[in-house]
């Protein structure tokens, strides 16, 4: 699943933001808790594994100049909720992203 998010911040902003918020997302799991590994193979790229109650979703965040492209591979049995995991991801998303860039 591919979940586009605009965004009008520098790129180092949104690597920043990305840094400095993921630790973050495990609360916002059901349960309130998961398991969570971030890599990052290249400065735009952060690849996220997620598990929580059984199941295991791996996330690619690409960050381009004027948008965040996010790819999630969903379990099957996580595949009838895609239109409420996008929504979220979109929401969350664009909410991290919104606002002014720190100051140097």
């Not at 379990?75 to 996008?86: D, N, Q, R, T, V």
């Amino acid at each position: 699943m591919r979940v586009p998010i605009q965004h009008d911040l520098p790129k180092e902003e949104v690597r920043r933001r990305l840094r400095e918020r993921m630790p973050e997302l495990p609360a916002h799991m059901p349960g309130g808790t998961a398991d969570m590994t971030t890599e990052w193979p290249s400065e735009d790229c952060m690849k996220l594994t997620v598990g929580a109650m059984g199941q295991t979703v791996r996330t690619t965040i690409t960050i381009e100049e004027r948008q965040v492209i996010v790819e999630l591979d969903l379990p099957a049995m996580l595949s009838f909720f895609k239109p409420l995991i996008a929504s979220a991801v979109a929401d969350k998303g664009s909410k991290l992203l919104s606002g002014p860039s720190a100051k140097s």
